[in-house]
């Protein structure tokens, strides 16, 4: 049995793998509840990566017995994969920007922060799971969804850049607004949990409050990163795959970078321009497909990853030049 071509077992154990990894995280390194240091993150953070990039070198080396009948050679394959994982790490910093605000409004003690990101990070898995088979499946019967998507993407970037300073107002969110009115909430945090009894009385705790709405964050994320890989490809195994491997490793990037972030105030432009870029090459390939009559025109990978990588150098090393008077970021 097969799912989008790829036997089903390398799907089980791809997942098998990826619910190792998280219980180990919570069941074993992080069992009680402590402020994550910046070594220990930036620990982590090499971990998730190697492990991104050694899962990389496996469908450089392995794909055509994977996937015999794709259209990619080991070699674009692997390439796609590597290409989708730095487009969505670099998309995912955007994240961190709403993390640290909605933390910050919900007044969260740094210990809990990472009980949250972790269930948040599950949540996230079985979204973006959701979005790129509904995706997929758009893209396969509807071609012309290309320039939807691409589109999306280019407006999207061009209001990175318009709108700036956005406010995170959780109060007024309507899916926080409804649960209040289903279930009480407790004035204070009580421990790590997310319910507490009280007098037999069930409670959410201000940190369910908190999961929530990074829940609901990372879906509205998702509609702008989706679309952004598979203007790198269309195959949904490496799409799947690049983004699970961008979103394991966003706590670790979180703690990380989160007291760092001011420095990187340009970060917020190369990441709109990023978006209008692939945004402006899913249109691009599509006209050439379909206007200019080219058979199933492909922009090169190799040349899309140089882009890529040069417009977060750029942004980064201009953030570094040039640094921000004020403590807060650019746009985001």
Do not use: C
């Amino acid at each position: 049995m097969e799912i989008a071509g790829i036997p089903l077992w390398i799907w089980g154990t791809f997942l098998g793998f990826v619910f190792v990894m998280l219980a180990l995280d919570l069941g074993v390194f992080h069992k009680e509840a402590h402020e994550v240091g910046i070594k220990e993150a930036l620990i982590w953070s090499a971990v998730w990566i190697s492990l991104a990039l050694v899962f990389n070198v496996g469908i450089y080396q392995f794909w055509d017995k994977i996937y015999p009948a794709s259209e990619y050679t080991n070699s674009e394959a692997g390439l796609a994969f590597l290409t989708g994982f730095v487009v969505e790490k670099a998309l995912s910093v955007d994240n961190i920007f709403v993390f640290i605000m909605v933390f910050a409004y919900f007044n969260v003690p740094p210990k809990y922060q990472h009980r949250v990101l972790f269930w948040g990070i599950l949540g996230a898995l079985l979204f973006r799971a959701i979005f790129i088979a509904a995706g997929s499946a758009l893209l396969k019967e509807f071609a012309w969804m290309v320039l939807v998507f691409g589109g999306f993407l280019v407006l999207t970037g061009i209001k990175m850049v318009l709108v700036k300073d956005k406010k995170i107002e959780p109060d007024k969110n309507p899916i926080i607004k409804g649960i209040r009115k289903l279930i009480p909430v407790t004035p204070d945090f009580v421990g790590q949990k997310f319910f507490h009894r009280i007098d037999g009385r069930l409670f959410a705790t201000p940190l369910f409050i908190t999961l929530v709405f990074v829940e609901f964050t990372d879906i509205v994320f998702a509609v702008d990163s989706i679309p952004a890989i598979f203007a790198i490809t269309k195959d949904p195994f490496i799409v799947f795959t690049s983004n699970v491997f961008a979103i394991l490793g966003l706590r670790a990037l979180y703690f990380a970078l989160s007291g760092l972030m001011g420095m990187f105030h340009f970060l917020g432009y190369g990441l709109a321009a990023v978006l209008v870029f692939v945004g402006g090459k899913m249109i691009w390939t599509y006209l050439q497909h379909t206007t200019f009559g080219q058979p199933e025109y492909k922009f090169p990978i190799g040349v899309s990853l140089g882009v890529i990588l040069g417009i977060l150098t750029i942004s980064v090393v201009a953030s570094l030049i040039a640094p921000k008077k004020d403590s807060h970021s650019g746009t985001h």
